[in-house]
Structure formats: C-alpha cells, structure tokens
C-alpha cells in the first residue's frame, strides 16, 4: 500500500511538470495536468482508507543531511483521515478545474497553473504525513507558495495581486510562530522528530502553556481562527473558483490538523486551552457567521462562512480538550470527534458550494448576488447540487454537517451541569444555536437571491448550465455529504483509532465512550429516511390530488400592483438587513444613501458596504505603524558602499565585545 | 397498553392539532364579545384546500412545491419524538431535542427558500424577518430545555462530588419532572416555561410577535411567506402550521402539568388538557396585548433568552 501513497504523489507532481512543458506548446497542459492530478488522487485515496479501515500504520525513515533527526514520514490513523478530503476535493475539483480554466487555454500558461495545482495537493498530503520538523516547515512553506500562486492566476487585475499579497504575508507571519515553535520544542527535545517530540509529552507548564499558544497563532493563521483570519475573504474570491474549493475545503484544514498533530505532543493539557479554544470557536463561528450575512459577493460571503465553519471545529477540539483535562473521557471523545468529524464534513460542502459558485460566475461572469436570480431554471444542476450543500452547511439533518454538530451538542449537554465544564458547554450550546440559525438565513439568502426568484440582470437570464466535467464533482460531493450523514453510525467506528490519538486513551476505551452516540445517530439515520419518506409521500398525495382538477399559471400575487419588475425583488442587502442592524455594533457597515426627494425623484441610490472589522481597526493601523517606523529608519539607508561596510565592521566590533 | 400509549402522542396530535387554533379564535371572540368562528373551523378549511386546484406563479420552480412537503414533513417526524407528559415519545433518544429543533430549522429553511421562489418582495420581507427571529428564539429554547433537564435530573447532581448524569432523551427527562421537583425547583421550570412560551409564541407567529389575523398590511412575517401557496399545498401549510402550535403547547403543558402516575393513559390525557387550556391561554394573549412594533421583537426574544439564562444559571448554583 505504501508504494500506491508515493506512486499518487509521484503521478499527481508528475503529471504537474508534464504539464509545465507542455504549456509553452499546446492547450493539452490542461488536459494532461487535471486528469493525471485525478487519477493521482484517486491512487492515493487507497492506502488512505486503508489505513483507516485496518488500522495499520505506515511509515518510511530515510538518513538526509539536515540537521535535527531523520527524514521520516508515517501514515497513522490521523493522518490518513486527513488524507481522504485532500485527494477526495483535490481529485474532483482538478477535473472542474480543467473544464473552468478552458476560456483561458489561449491567453494563459495553464502548465504553470497545473504545475502549482500539483505541488499544493503533494505538499498538502506531505504536511500531513511528515514526522520531522523540518520537512513539516519546507512542506509547509511549498503549500503557501504554491497556493500564492494559485490565488494570483488573474494577476493582471489590481485586487487580486492585492488579495495575493494579504495572503502572502498572513501566512508567512503565521509560519513564523510555527518555527519558533518547532525551535523550541526541537532545543527541549534535542530532536526535530515527532516521534521524540511524542515521547518527550512535554507537561511542564512553561513550555506546554507557551508551545500551545504558539500553535494556535501559528496555525490559526493558516485555518483562519479570528482574528487571524484577514486573509481569507480577500484570498478565496480572487483565485479561481476550483483553487478556492481547494483552499477553503482542504488547505485551511492542514491548520487543523497542525494544530491537532501538536497536542499530541503536550500532555495532558490544561484546561485553560480548553477555554480558550472555545472562546476562539465562538468569537470565529458567531462573527464569521456574520460578516457572511453581511457580503453581496458570493466567493467572499462563503470564505466567511469558512471562518464560521473552522469555528465550530475549534469549538469541538475546545471541548475535547477540556474533556481530557477534567478527565471527562465522554466529553473528550465526542468533542475530538465532532470536531475531526466537522474537518471531513466541511470539506465536502465547502467544497461543493465553491465550485457551485464558480460555476455561477462561469455562467453570468459576476459574483454580485444582487445581479444574479432565477438561476434555478437555467442552471437546474449547480441550483440542486447548490440547494444540498446550503442543507449540509447550516447543520441541519438529514446531511452530514448536522452529524458533527450533533456530536457536538452531544458532548456539550452531556457536562451541563459538571461544576468545571458548565460554562463552556452552556456557552458551545447557545453559540451553535445562534450559528446554525444565522447560517439558515444565510443561506437562504444565497438561495434565493441567486437561484430563485426571476434574473436581475441580461446576465442571469441568458445563463447556461455548466457542462459535464464541472457538473460531476458538483454531484460527486453533494454525494458524499448525504453518504456520510447515511453511514454515520458506522463512521464513528472508523473515529475511534483517529480520536484516540488525540485524546491519549485507547482505541478501545473510545468505542466504549462513543458508544453514547452510536444508538442515537442510527436513530438519527432513521429520522433521515423517514423525513425523505414523509416528503416523497406529500409529494405524491399532492400530485394525486391535483390529479384532474384545474392548475392555474399566474404571475406572482404583487397586490394589483401594475408593473412588476425582477428590480422589485428582495435583494441580498435587504434581506440580511434586519439581522446587520441587529448586530450592527460589530459588523459596523457603512452606508451611503441619497434619498428619493420631491415627488417625482429623478434619483435614489443606497449602498451598504461591511469592511473586515478586524482589518481595518488592527492590522491596517498597526502595518501603518509598521511602514511609518520603517520610513524613520530611512536615513541609515544611504546608497553608499563604504558605509555599508561601516555598518558590518561596527556591528562585528559590538558582537566581539559582546562576546568577551 | 404501553405500545399503545407510545401512539398517543402523534394520533392526538395529528387528530386535534388543527381543534387548537379553533380554541384560540373561541376564546378571543368571547373575550371581545363575539360570537366568533365555529371551534372546527380548521378541519372545515383543511377539507376544502385539500379538495380545490391549485394556482401556481409562473417564476416558481420546484422549491416552491417541496417547501410545503418539506415544512409538513418535518413537523410529523418531530411527532414521534415529542412526550406528552410522562408518556414517552415513539422513537426516544439522547439528544432527540437537538435533532426536533434543527428539524424545525429544515422546516423554516425550506419555508423560506419557497418563499423567495416567488420572487415578490412581500415574501422576502416575510422570510428576511422569519430567519431574523430564529436566531434569538433558538437559542432560548435550546437553554430553556437544558434547564428543565438539569432540574429534572437524578438526586445529588449538585453533590460536590462529580456526578457523572449523562444526557438523556427529552422523554426520560420529562418523565423525571415529578411533584417533586416542582416543590423544590419550582422557579426555575416557571423562569424556564416563560421562556419557552415566548419562544412558543413566536415561532407561532401568535401576538405579540405576529398577527396570525392579518395577511399583508401589518405583520408580513409567517402569514406573508405563503402568499402565493393555494390548494392542497396551503391546505398542508395549515396542518404543519396547526401541528407546531400543538408541538410547542405539548412541550409547556408537559412542563407545567406534573402527572407522573403509573397510568400512561392518565398522564398522556392530563397533558391533552392542559394543551387545550394553554390554548385558552394564548387566546387570553391575544385579546390582551397587541402585537409588539418589529423593532421590540428581538428584545422580547433577548428577554427570553435571559429568562432561559437565568433558570440554567440558578439550576446550576442555586
């Protein structure tokens, strides 16, 4: 099995530098580059599941010539079930990809973008699976630039080499807190080595509490934990729609699994992680929820909702934390799971509703929801596919986005009333609650701004629906999000190996623990049939009724009003407005409006606009700071020679004394 | 005899539901001294819409048609979780109250996508305010039930020494809401039925949140959504509709009513009654206040939420 894992990334980079050479030449880069990065992905899926369903690990140790242990990597349990949603999104939205890129085969080098395409998926497998420090950074390091690359495919427009650099500097800043950290724990342990780093379980609260932090700025910033998270709505909407599947659905994750990967390290946590953790999965979910609500354009109000979605992940690794830490084993079992869970669950709609909008944007070419409607008769697959992802994203059964969630509650109500853990529980319930129903009305403004109602422009009526290559990986996951919300009550077997790593108990003592959900999701199976049972049954009442008797086409009823037009429509903004200003003192939106004058006013215009609240109060101050200090250091900048080499030989004078 | 019991709960209510609103209409009409509507007013209603054509707008598509299916549908399947009283629910489990309120959230998501389908304004106003009111609602009843099953939980929870309690399936906490604990809890399931008849209130779209009377003018929030819904589809609008009000009465009258007797029978008609007496409440509701302005509502539902705040919160270190 080991050979198929290496033959896929050999396959996936092969076919990526293939396609480099070819793009110079012919338009068949972007055939040779998706269909080799599909099969590549399909390959690895194998010993990924594998690993999984038999529990075997895998691993490979080689001697190189970096300092600080070997070059090693292994597949366990964790790694493998971040694996499967790598080579799953990667495989199906290289195949969207092929047939999205098409318009640009003339005018574009695609080889160059297939080429970065590859080297993110075999960087983003090789993060999961490395077992040293410092191949983990360089992988690290070859996924952001590989993806900076990808977001910057349109790098003739202004706001996206913008957005490019945002991005660039988010996760470079991030991966500094990442190297400190690695530092550190390689100068305690005397190795890179995570094998050593395991055995060492470093417990003294001095490194433990410092290392813990490190990791959560450090790969907070990659997954996008407020407010960390500023790169996010600038980067997915600039890069092309199958990259920002990818992105949003897959490489966010790896910040997860960081993250995760390094608990294993710090044992056993303390419970303050536990809090903090929760209060960065509120402070993420409610306001990422939010801000979503607030957009007009569609790739950046789902990169919010990726924000909401990392959120409700921290919330459960947040409570499996302070599951181990108040050694409540049920606890820690279910939020570790709901959480890992919600990883393979988001990967699957985030996934699908990118490449929804990506196909939406093909069509119509604008990501204004205000100019898009009535999509639903035109494009009727991207609208279902669409519709089901919406489903699965605000939690609600029958898919699987509530099946993590569920575990979640689960896990919050089952402490409610321990002493030590009522708060955060009391506080994961109504946080949920509030997510779920601001995600509802989200997505139902998606919906019905987009997809329904009648167009609200030329572009939105003449629309096509997007042909069978980006068709099918639209399916494929919608697919997936209902097969995983059917197998659940087997799923949480598979969890067990993958849960117990983290949580440091036996596999088997987490099946004993896990068994409190096993009955109430197949329950929960049940209810899922029976309410598609009880829908395909009204359905067929209701035809049978109608059967014979008079059915009426009409326009919609508008109050005898004269002159309707698609203009009258509920738009996005006024749709999401009573809920902004319910929240308006953190989303701060800024609006302009002319108001109609006089009786017949010849004008009227209102625009709302919801910035980062993060960006503009933070970061924009502070890199502000930053440019205006480093302008002040200006004069030593002098052009000349000699007094640079003033410089090398005073500073050499001052480390020499120093030194004595 | 037990079995039997178990069926209780969806056949009464999928019998009497619609008998609800019918009592809500008497009692306004006494109160204001009118004669008022025939008490089955809603079964006359039913039969007619489930007996007429439909008209249909000509932008809709099939989120139209499957928003009524899929609100009914939902409705019907939280039946067989729902206790009436001490008498469990058909299909009981841990966590059964997650799985009910997110089924009225795939209700209200479907709603409100049908809504928009038909592309009027007035509908998206509707649906806009709808999902508006969930987001404080939801978490009022999510805490407010919490509350309940902390009450009603096994003696000694609040021991210093940890308990382990468990989560349980709202079944089995509602069988636990004794005499007894209504003699030392009593506070706390009041400060928690408050919240939850506010809650119930609103996603019943009754007064003070919404006008159920009016169509257009004044509300434009559940009432509004199905505008362009006739025949059998409205007809299974109404029965949902008429279906969540006997839910959330059956939840309060579980509450509130403490039957626990060995006999099912008793406790499963000690709850019925106390629906039709809640029923009579919210019709004293109705005549006595007026609907509330809309920008009061989210303030009426913070409210609620604190009061289900407060009761976890006195439930935990009272």
């Known amino acids: ?660 | 005899m037990t079995d039997l019991s178990l069926l209780l709960g969806p056949i009464s209510a999928l019998v009497f539901a619609p008998l609800i609103p019918g009592i809500i209409n008497r009692t306004k009409a006494v109160a204001a001294g009118r004669t008022g509507q025939p008490l089955l007013q809603l079964y006359a209603d039913l039969l007619r819409l489930f007996r007429k054509g439909a008209v249909y707008s000509r932008t809709t598509s099939w989120v139209f048609t499957a928003g009524p299916a899929a609100g009914l549908s939902c409705i019907a399947v939280s039946l067989t979780m729902l206790p009436m009283g001490g008498v469990p629910g058909a299909m009981a489990f841990t966590g059964d109250l997650i799985v009910m309120v997110y089924l009225m959230g795939l209700s209200r998501f479907f709603t409100a996508a049908a809504a928009m389908d038909t592309g009027s304004a007035f509908e998206g106003m509707g649906a806009s305010r709808e999902v508006q009111f969930s987001v404080l609602a939801e978490p009022a009843l999510l805490v407010g039930l919490a509350a309940v099953a902390l009450a009603a939980g096994p003696a000694g929870l609040f021991d210093a020494a940890p308990v382990v309690n468990g989560f349980r399936s709202l079944s089995e906490i509602y069988s636990g809401l004794t005499l007894s604990v209504w003699a030392n809890d009593g506070a706390i399931l009041l400060l928690a039925a408050a919240a939850l008849f506010i809650v119930a209130l609103t996603e019943n779209c009754r007064i003070p949140v919404d006008d159920p009377t009016t169509h257009l003018e004044l509300t434009m929030i559940h009432e509004v959504m199905v505008l362009d819904h006739s025949g059998p589809d409205f007809g299974m609008i109404l029965y949902a509709a008429a279906l969540k009000l006997w839910f959330f009465l059956a939840l309060l009258s579980g509450l509130l009513i403490p039957v626990r007797s060995e006999n099912l029978w008793i406790n499963g008609i000690s709850t019925i009654i106390g629906i039709f007496f809640l029923a009579v409440g919210v019709g004293l509701v109705e005549s006595m206040m007026a609907r509330l302005r809309l920008l009061r509502i989210p303030q009426l539902l913070a409210g609620a939420l604190s009061l289900a705040a407060l009761a976890l919160v006195l439930v935990l270190w009272g």
Not at chain 1, 297 to 310: C, F, G, P, T, W
Request: one cysteine or more; proline letters at 4%.
């Open chain 1, 1 to 660: 099995m080991g050979i198929l894992f290496w033959g896929s990334l050999a396959m996936i980079l092969g076919s990526g530098m293939a396609s480099l050479v070819l793009g110079r030449f012919s338009p068949w880069a972007n055939r040779v580059g998706p269909f080799g990065v599909f099969l590549g992905c399909l390959m690895g899926l194998a010993p990924a599941m594998d690993v999984i369903v038999t529990g075997t690990v895998m691993s490979w140790s080689a001697a190189w010539r970096m300092p600080y242990g070997a070059l090693s990597c292994r597949i366990d349990a964790l790694s493998a079930f971040f694996l499967i949603p790598i080579f799953l999104v990667s495989g199906v939205s290289a195949l969207y990809g092929s047939r999205y890129l098409k318009i640009h085969e003339t005018t574009k080098n695609l080889g160059a973008s297939w080429f970065f395409y590859s080297a993110l998926v075999v960087s983003m497998a090789l993060v999961v699976v490395a077992r040293n420090g410092v191949l983990f950074l360089v992988v690290w390091e070859i996924m952001s630039l590989a993806s900076f690359f990808l977001v910057t495919f349109e790098h003739e427009k202004e706001s996206v080499r913008q957005a490019g650099w945002i991005y660039l500097t988010a996760t470079h800043l991030g991966a500094v807190f990442l190297m400190v950290m690695f530092v550190w724990l390689a100068r305690e342990a005397g190795s890179m080595d995570f094998d050593r780093f395991e055995a060492m379980r470093f417990h003294s609260a001095a490194i433990a509490g410092p290392v813990f932090i490190l990791a959560v700025i450090g790969f907070g910033t990659k997954a996008g934990f407020i407010p960390f998270h500023v790169w996010l709505p600038e980067a997915h909407p600039a890069a092309p729609s199958h990259v920002s599947a990818l992105m949003s659905g897959v490489m966010i994750k790896t910040g997860i699994y960081g993250l995760v990967r390094t608990l294993t390290f710090l044992s056993p946590p303390q419970i303050w992680w536990g809090w903090l953790l929760v209060g960065v999965g509120l402070t993420s979910g409610v306001i990422g929820v939010l801000f979503a609500l607030a957009q007009h354009d569609l790739k950046r109000l789902l990169a919010y909702h990726s924000v909401e979605n990392i959120g409700i992940i921290a919330l459960g690794l947040g409570l499996g934390l302070i599951g181990t830490a108040t050694h409540q084993p049920v606890l820690a079992c279910l939020g570790f799971g709901g959480g890992l869970l919600h990883v393979l669950n988001h990967a699957l709609f985030k996934g699908l509703l990118f490449l929804g909008a990506g196909s939406v944007l093909h069509a119509t070419g604008t990501r204004e929801m205000d100019r898009l409607g009535g999509l639903i008769k035109r494009m009727p697959w991207t609208s279902a596919t669409f519709a089901a992802g919406s489903v699965a994203i605000c939690g609600l059964p029958p898919l699987n986005g509530f099946i993590s969630e569920f575990f979640i509650y689960v896990g919050a109500y089952h402490v409610l009333g321990r002493p030590d853990a009522s708060i955060p529980s009391a506080g994961v319930i109504v946080g949920m609650a509030m997510i779920g129903t601001l995600a509802v009305a989200c997505f139902t403004k998606v919906l019905g701004v987009v997809f329904l109602g009648e167009p609200r422009t030329e572009a939105a009526a003449t629309a096509h629906e997007s042909d069978w290559a980006m068709r099918m990986p639209m399916v494929a996951l919608a697919l997936g999000c209902v097969a995983v919300a059917a197998a659940a009550p087997w799923i949480v077997g598979l969890m067990s190996p993958i849960v117990a790593g983290v949580a440091g108990i036996s596999a088997q003592a987490v099946t004993t623990h896990l068994q409190i959900i096993q009955e109430p999701l197949e329950s929960v199976t049940w209810i899922g049939l029976l309410l598609v049972f009880g829908i395909a049954i009204l359905a067929m009442l209701r035809k049978r009724l109608l059967a014979g008797r008079p059915i009426g086409r009409a326009g919609t009823w508008d109050c005898g009003y004269a002159a309707p037009s698609a203009r009258m429509q509920y738009t996005s903004s006024s749709y999401a407005k009573p809920l902004i200003h319910l929240f308006d003192g953190i989303l701060q939106t800024r609006t302009s409006y002319d108001a109609p004058v006089d009786l017949f006013p010849a004008h009227a215009a209102l625009h709302t606009h919801t910035e980062d609240v993060f960006r503009r109060r933070i970061y924009e101050p502070l890199f502000h700071a930053v440019d205006r200090f480093r302008g002040s250091l200006h004069w030593m900048q002098e052009g000349r020679v000699q007094v640079y080499i003033l410089y090398i030989a005073v500073t050499l004078v001052v480390l020499l004394i120093g030194g004595l």
